[in-house]
């Protein structure tokens, strides 16, 4: 589905003409400590007030912008998406304002700002995207730029005015991509608050040589603002009368910060916070809290007081909300069509060095190849040759043969690199990965399944996690940018919000507390979120008797209370890297991490709402401990060891596991493990993926642990819903451990494939999608003859165990370093220059 039926349902809701008011200026709370409200908060908020068109135009970046393009399709507003950009000034300017600040040094105002708004055209949404990684010196002509050139980009982000004329030129086209609204806050706008009307010409005429004036509009801000004040009434006038000069379109907005009134009081924290500067009337931005998304009524009454001001005629009113509505109408963007919800990008066959129509060939051909390496000259028999044809069958279907080869690629790449890498998570369950050496697990061996990783009937894009060197990781991140070129690939980003103790550090330097008691006050608190202060007051003991809640901590905790899931930082992620075909950088806006490395200023869930894969590359230390283990065997004993081949069976190494002495191996050297392993007595491979997926706080939470090790140990008898079910259940004892063990019991019960018994599996994690996947169940094995009681107690277990459940392939791909870590510490009485090595 190309656009959001509530679009064609209404179709005349975005029309100009008698249409409520649409808000083109709105920061929420990815505004990094600017706006106070969640994208999610303020479509919510539009939606109450009737409006049709809602923009969102964050300071400095497109970070929110998804997560409200998906509120936006959820609520029936079409979006529009823009970004709040400081601008390099080039020529004479009005002096900035001052603000003070800490240690009494003045700091100015900071750059001038200009709103820039992507059109609907195909191309807008990625002129924004290149302008915004520009002002963050990660566009692609920068990439080659000084290191220290491209992190004063990250500390500053901004535009030059010859960025946005590059951007607005379109020879094909009466109309740019792109519309830049001059407003109160930009070098014309400043120059007509500080009385420079000719200034403000000048600067105007400058704005019109550079673009089309069709690219241009002013943008008239009126809060009720003493004079001075750059949202004053006078100010909003002449910007108005200026407009009307120079024959350019007005527009008029709020330029709004809080979805409501009474969130006014958190921007002043935010601009405190953001300034390093105690609360003052003098340092804050607002000057009350009409900064709000107000209603068409209240706009109309807003308008209709600027007209007045500006001595034009009552006709004005309406004219100035018709050229608002009018060039909104033109910014609306279809999330499916423009942003790429619902598609899938990957590298092209092409930069892998393989003709497009050759894809499904060549992932056929280094299949079969595998089937031979993998199981020698039989390769694996029919089941193991019946099992690729079906996983290749899926995959050619769902077009994923590009990303399976990348992947492939990536995995040869880094083992080239001479560094150790090894696949984890539900990918292991793919024979096809398997084949491909990116996953060192025998899915056939194991009972692994494909559907727990990918089906027709998964909304979620495919998702294969590579575990590297922590010591070397980002030798890999370096590698695959050199590979894959900077067009096609990106670091991904998170976004650190407001918790309860940088809440409380901010909040209380902003209401000038002493530093000492805040610090104090901070660490008081556990690692919690913001909004769980009072309840942790209340409740934990050590807290209850600490008076913080007394005195002005009153006001700071319900202040620190509505900091709560504001981004604060964004951050490069640990270890998401996108993939993409070379229309990446005209789908996500870039910039450039502490560590220098590109990133884009979305995070991983919004990154696969685009359809952007994101193929994750872990550190991990044991990885390294590994690596090095093997280095200093090479060194001593002039043996190069290969730790891939080492058989899973041997007796001493299990032996060592059961012993309990499991300090430096992998997943099992806690004292919780080494409790649970003494118990259990792994004897086989099998067993450690058993044990693995046991030490899960969901199977103990849930008393998973006991019916098993007693049944294991013979002191009860393994019990089954059903005979038919002692296939599924017998290798952990009756006990549902693995999500595989659930697709499996509910595909065997009612007859249903694997792919339609995960889906089921997933929606047991909802009390709704319980419920539905209930009477499904009974429905359907009460048709294939099951008795009721059979049928009530198999329920009854999934019911209790699925959200508990691990997946059965990644405590496969886990066992795997965690057996090798194992055979490389010698068990008692095996000296280290005496190890057996292949």
Request: some cysteine; charged content about 25%; glycine content about 8%.
């Amino acid at each position: 589905m190309s656009t959001d039926d509530s679009f064609a349902r209404n179709p005349s809701r975005g029309s100009a003409a008698g249409s409520p008011f649409v808000h083109l200026h709105v920061a929420s709370g990815h505004s990094l400590q600017y706006g106070t409200s969640a994208p999610e908060v303020l479509v919510e908020r539009a939606a109450e007030l009737g409006m049709p068109l809602l923009a969102l135009t964050d300071r400095d970046g497109l970070y929110g912008a998804v997560r409200f393009a998906r509120a936006c399709a959820g609520a029936g507003i079409r979006p529009v998406l823009g970004a709040d950009l400081a601008v390099r000034p080039d020529g004479p300017q009005a002096p900035p304002a001052t603000t003070p600040a800490r240690g009494g040094r003045a700091v100015d105002a900071g750059l001038p700002r200009v709103t820039v708004l992507a059109r609907g055209g195909r191309a807008g949404w990625g002129a924004l995207c290149r302008l915004v990684s520009a002002a963050h010196g990660a566009d692609l002509a920068s990439a080659a730029a000084p290191a220290a050139e491209l992190l004063a980009g990250r500390r500053r982000p901004a535009v030059t005015p010859e960025l946005i004329t590059r951007q607005l030129e379109d020879a094909d086209a009466l109309e740019g991509d792109l519309l830049v609204l001059l407003g109160p806050s930009s070098d014309v706008g400043r120059a007509i608050t500080a009385g420079r009307p000719d200034l403000a010409r000048a600067l105007l005429r400058r704005w019109r040589e550079r673009a089309c004036g069709a690219d241009l509009a002013v943008e008239v801000v009126h809060q009720l603002a003493p004079p001075g004040h750059p949202h004053s009434l006078p100010v909003a006038a002449r910007m108005l009368g200026l407009a009307a000069e120079a024959g350019l379109p007005a527009v008029l907005t709020n330029a709004v910060r809080h979805a409501r009134p009474e969130d006014a009081p958190v921007a002043d924290i935010l601009d405190a916070a953001r300034r390093l500067v105690p609360l003052d009337r003098r340092h804050r931005d607002r000057a009350n809290a009409e900064g709000h998304l107000k209603s068409a009524a209240e706009m109309a009454l807003v308008a209709e007081e600027v007209v007045r001001a500006a001595g034009q005629s009552p006709t004005g009113t309406r004219r100035l909300l018709a050229a608002t509505a009018d060039l909104a109408a033109g910014l609306a963007l279809d999330p499916y069509v423009h942003l790429g919800f619902g598609s899938v990008r990957m590298p092209e066959p092409a930069v892998l060095g393989i003709a497009p129509e050759r894809a499904t060939a060549e992932l056929r051909a280094r299949c079969e190849a595998g089937l031979v390496h993998r199981y020698g000259p039989a390769a694996g028999g029919p089941d193991a040759r019946a099992r690729l044809d079906d996983e290749l069958a899926l995959i050619r279907r769902l077009g994923y043969e590009a990303y399976f080869l990348t992947v492939a690629e990536v995995v040869d790449m880094v083992r080239g690199m001479g560094i150790r890498c090894a696949a984890r998570g539900s990918g292991a369950g793919s024979l096809v990965n398997h084949l491909l050496g990116v996953s060192g697990v025998d899915p056939m061996r194991y009972g692994l399944l494909m559907e727990r990783f990918l089906s027709e009937r998964r909304t979620a894009l495919p998702d294969i996690d590579l575990d590297v060197e922590s010591a070397r990781r980002t030798e890999v991140y370096q590698r695959l940018l050199d590979r894959f070129g900077a067009e096609r690939t990106l670091c991904v980003s998170m976004q650190e919000t407001y918790r309860a103790r940088h809440a409380v550090r901010d909040v209380g330097a902003a209401l000038g507390l002493p530093p000492e008691e805040i610090a104090a006050a901070a660490k008081a608190f556990p690692h919690i979120r913001a909004r769980d202060v009072r309840a942790a007051l209340r409740d934990l003991p050590e807290l209850r008797s600490s008076r913080l809640d007394e005195g002005v901590f009153a006001v700071l905790f319900d202040l620190v209370e509505k900091l709560d899931g504001l981004p604060r930082h964004i951050a490069l992620h640990p270890s998401g890297i996108l993939l993409s075909d070379q229309r990446l950088r005209d789908l996500t806006p870039a910039e450039i991490s502490a560590q220098g490395f590109p990133m884009s200023q979305f995070d991983k869930d919004d990154v696969e709402e685009i359809g952007l894969l994101k193929l994750d590359v872990l550190g991990v230390r044991m990885q390294s401990a590994m690596a090095y283990a093997l280095t200093e065997i090479a060194r001593t004993e002039q043996t190069e060891v290969d730790l891939d081949a080492v058989p899973h069976d041997d007796p001493a190494t299990f032996e060592l596991i059961r012993s309990t002495r499991t300090l430096g191996c992998f997943q099992i050297e806690s004292p919780g493990q080494r409790e649970l392993i003494g118990k259990f007595g792994p004897e086989t491979f099998e067993d450690l993926i058993i044990d693995i997926s046991l030490f899960r706080p969901g199977p103990v939470k849930s008393d998973m642990v006991t019916p098993f090790l007693n049944a294991r140990q013979g002191w009860t008898k393994a019990e089954y819903p059903h005979p038919d079910l002692e296939p599924v259940l017998a290798e952990t004892e009756g006990v549902v451990v693995f999500h595989e063990q659930v697709i499996k019991t509910i595909a065997v019960l009612t007859g249903c494939s694997a792919a339609r018994a995960d889906e089921a599996r997933r929606a047991l994690g909802s009390p709704g999608g319980q419920t539905a996947v209930g009477d499904w169940f009974t429905t359907e094995a009460d048709r294939r003859g099951y008795p009721r009681a059979v049928v009530e107690r198999a329920w009854e277990v999934l019911r209790a165990f699925a959200s508990f459940g691990f997946c059965k392939a990644h405590a496969a791909a886990f066992a795997l370093p965690t057996y090798q870590s194992a055979w490389l510490n010698p068990p008692p009485g095996r000296l280290p220059g005496r190890c057996p090595h292949p």
